[in-house]
């Protein structure tokens, strides 16, 4: 009897995690500690807001169930390679890798032999497609925002730039370099560059170089993230530098904005701009009145527009068959998201998307300065 | 010359930070031979301490004054709830236990508060700078040097005139004849946790009023520059925690400024391939405490 019953128990529980014959199963790497779990929690929020839409109106397009393998991968990029393995064996015929290139690299490694098709959360440095075909951004990549950047700076003036870098990570440091190159290609000049490390305790000296630079610049760019960039603008500010500071998307949370006078001005590129009456501000008012929250960053928006990208990809496809998707999804055009279109067809698997420039004012909030498509023909290489 | 005076200035500011963790994180090892891998956690809690005051409506500061309580308390609640079971027990189970703090309190950072930095917007004045000769210097850097040098001041006091302080020092010479003479353990260890977090919680608010946001990882990086400068001052010597944290400040910031763009990238190798350089010739640290522990 005993026996029985642990049989059937075993049945039943098997049963009950099981996935049917037909569920589209997508693995999810999702950092819920370290430094990606800023970016990955709000993307990995929007991406299941809009699973949860699509499987109340029958699956992705209406035919296809899906079910979520979700993983923690502590921001290790070790446990990510692992993680991704699991969800492999599990069945997992679509991952969604954390939001950062290196992460995504590694993952896609581990994918390639069944083409697995890859997209990272917001992860922008265009190298990370660069590992095979079955890999994909989704968010604009760091050569389309420095490109778009750049002409704006140029517009505005600006005429020597200088880079603060940090060759720790692809993203902090390609973004600046792709507005330099971009900044001088329309006749600017970078007369100056720092790098810095990941976590660096102090920003002192380098602002002290940069104010006693011999030929000073009027635009400091950089792609430095929370808590650099904080520790970074109190340093200058501080000193006395009122020279204006512009940044990648990164920017773009509330935990800047909230810094007061100090990032009064500064400008930032970005995804999307929730304009009133726009499909974004309809997204918005969605999440919050189904979960409570507010979302004050484009990382849910960007999760809610990978689900629209696996959904158009395997409606092109006609199967889910992991390399008939992936060359499904390269060859996309002019595809409906809730940010903004994307296109895969005719780049290398970064999506070219439009960009936003946003200027943060001292009251805490951004306001909306231009919304542009980079001309693929010009775009930094990366 | 303007540029190296502000540099120097840059290097004192960032050093002192290092010499009161250090100091800190020396008080407690000289005691109890616990190399406290949570202090930074201390720091941390601080940070937090201020940013919840602000955020429910205190000024700046009496923000700042608690988050000095806050490190206070943070470090007697953690000699209280993990240490002092575990008193006399070997430097690796005591080392292990600081881990194992310092990891728990990091995910209660991140899950209770948040995983990202939360912003502190202290008041404009705060970062603004002066003008002495053809130097412009920042209000913050300066503030942290005579913070600091206040902070020194009154530990010295602490140490040299008051009961507990020599409590504390003879402590660290030979506790177990302390104990044997009469005088309560647990307090002088309350004491040295209570100093270590003070010291933690004045790094904080430096730290934030400079930086402008916490997150669980704050403490982190500083104490383990930290802990360098205790190892090249001498592991378990007050007064080389204090040269260790200046002389690694010092070596950051220079070499920060100074190196040829190429080589920046290896600033922090070279930071501590100038630290090993010294403990080859000086294996007991600059100033070796008298029970001599090697590093």
């Not at chain 1, 642990?6 to 500690?33: C, F, H, K, N, R």
């Not at chain 1, 265009?126 to 590992?131: E, I, N």
């Not at chain 1, 512009?246 to 304009?275: A, K, Q």
Request: glycine share 10%.
């Amino acid at each position: 009897m005993t026996l029985k019953s642990i049989l059937l128990g075993t049945a039943i529980a098997a049963l009950g995690t099981a996935s049917s014959a037909e569920d589209y199963i997508i693995g999810v790497m999702s950092a819920q500690s370290g430094y990606l779990a800023p970016y990955d929690g709000p993307a990995y929020a929007g991406f299941k807001f809009c699973i949860d839409e699509k499987m109340a109106n029958g699956g992705l397009n209406g035919t296809t169930p899906v079910k979520l393998i979700v993983k923690d991968t502590r921001s290790d990029i070790a446990v990510g390679v692992q993680v991704v393995q699991e969800m492999l064996d599990d069945g997992a015929k679509f991952i969604v890798s954390s939001a950062d290139a290196d992460p995504t690299i590694a993952a896609a490694q581990i994918t390639a032999a069944d083409m697995i098709p890859t997209m990272t959360f917001a992860g922008t440095a265009p190298v990370l497609t660069q590992v095979g075909p079955h890999v994909f951004g989704s968010y604009p990549a760091d050569n389309q925002q420095g490109a778009v950047l750049a002409a704006y700076a140029r517009d505005q003036g600006f005429e020597k730039a200088w880079l603060l870098t940090s060759p720790d990570s692809a993203y902090t440091l390609g973004g600046p370099r792709y507005f330099g190159e971009a900044f001088e290609s329309l006749g600017g000049a970078v007369v100056g560059e720092s790098t810095y490390s990941l976590n660096q305790p102090d920003f002192s000296a380098i602002v002290t170089n940069i104010q006693n630079a011999d030929d000073a610049p009027d635009v400091i760019a950089t792609w430095a993230w929370e808590p650099d960039f904080p520790a970074f603008i109190r340093a200058l500010r501080g000193a006395g530098v009122e020279t204006q500071v512009m940044g990648g998307d990164v920017l773009d949370t509330p935990t800047v904005r909230g810094l007061g006078d100090v990032v009064d001005g500064v400008v930032h590129t970005s995804g999307g701009f929730p304009d009133e009456g726009s499909a974004y501000a309809d997204f918005i008012d969605r999440f919050k009145a189904s979960t409570g929250t507010v979302p004050d960053n484009n990382y849910y928006v960007n999760g809610c527009d990978i689900v629209d990208m696996i959904e158009q990809a395997l409606a092109a496809a006609g199967t889910t068959d992991p390399a008939a998707v992936s060359a499904a999804m390269a060859e996309l055009e002019d595809g409906t998201a809730t940010m903004s279109n994307f296109t895969f067809k005719g780049t290398d698997r970064m999506p070219l998307r439009e960009v936003v420039v946003a200027r943060i004012r001292a009251d805490g909030e951004k306001e909306f300065v231009l919304r542009q498509l980079a001309d693929p023909e010009t775009l930094p290489k990366p | 010359m303007d540029q190296l005076v502000q540099q120097l200035i840059n290097a004192l500011s960032l050093g002192g930070i290092y010499a009161m963790l250090a100091l800190g994180l020396a008080i407690v090892f000289s005691i109890v031979r616990l190399i406290n891998f949570a202090h930074g956690e201390i720091m941390t809690f601080g940070g937090y301490g201020i940013f919840l005051s602000m955020v429910f409506g205190f000024p700046p500061v009496a923000a700042l004054c608690i988050g000095l309580g806050a490190a206070v308390v943070m470090a007697l609640a953690m000699e209280r709830a993990a240490f002092r079971v575990m008193r006399g027990a070997d430097v690796i189970s005591l080392l292990i236990t600081s881990f194992a703090v310092s990891e728990i309190l990091k995910v209660l950072f991140q899950n209770g508060i948040s995983a990202r930095p939360v912003p502190i917007s202290f008041p404009s004045a705060w970062s603004s700078s002066y003008q002495i000769g053809g130097m412009t210097i920042g209000v913050a850097p300066t503030a942290s040097i005579f913070v600091t040098i206040l902070s020194l001041g009154c530990l010295t006091f602490v140490l040299r005139r008051l009961a507990i302080g020599m409590a504390m020092r003879a402590a660290a010479e030979d506790f177990d004849m302390l104990r044997m003479l009469g005088v309560r353990a647990n307090r002088v260890v309350a004491a040295a946790f209570a100093i270590s977090g003070l010291l933690a919680g004045v790094a904080a608010v430096i730290w934030t009023a400079q930086r402008g946001s916490v997150d669980p990882m704050m403490g982190f990086f500083p104490v383990l520059k930290a802990f360098i400068a205790t190892v090249l001052g001498g592991l378990g010597s007050l007064g080389g925690a204090v040269l260790g944290g200046f002389v690694v400040g010092t070596l950051e910031v220079l070499t920060q400024a100074f190196l040829p763009d190429s080589l920046t990238p290896y600033r922090d190798a070279i930071v501590l391939s100038a630290v090993i350089a010294v403990l080859l010739v000086r294996p007991d640290g600059l100033l070796p405490a008298r029970s001599g522990t090697r590093s």
